[in-house]
């Protein structure tokens, strides 16, 4: 059995996967800046920050996708370079 990889070209065009990249980084930053300031963010049966509850609990998984943002575009910087004659 033989197995190929699907490979079209116009769905690999490496600026537009840079711009792409720039885009997630943007939204991620954007909703990880609003943390700190959420209403009611932080329990206050905890004594506060870092005791999250909520809404905060569920933005903290943008951390983790900003950081994947930042590998993506790093990639696709690096393969956009190599491509440009």
């Known amino acids: ?4 990889r699907i490979d079209p070209g ?5 600026k537009l ?6 885009g997630s980084v943007l939204t991620f930053t954007t ?3 609003i943390i700190p300031f959420m209403p009611d963010g932080w329990a ?7 005791a ?3 809404n905060v609990a ?3 998984k943008d951390v983790v996708l900003l950081a ?5 575009l790093k990639q696709d910087v690096v393969k956009a370079a190599a491509e440009t004659p």
């Open 1 to 4: 059995m033989v197995v190929r």
């Open 10 to 14: 116009w769905l690999l065009e490496k």
């Open 17 to 22: 996967g840079v711009l792409g990249a720039l």
């Open 31 to 33: 909703t990880i800046t």
């Open 44 to 50: 206050p049966s905890a004594g506060g920050f870092p």
């Open 52 to 54: 999250m509850v909520g």
């Open 58 to 60: 569920f933005l903290m």
């Open 68 to 72: 994947v943002s930042f590998y993506q």
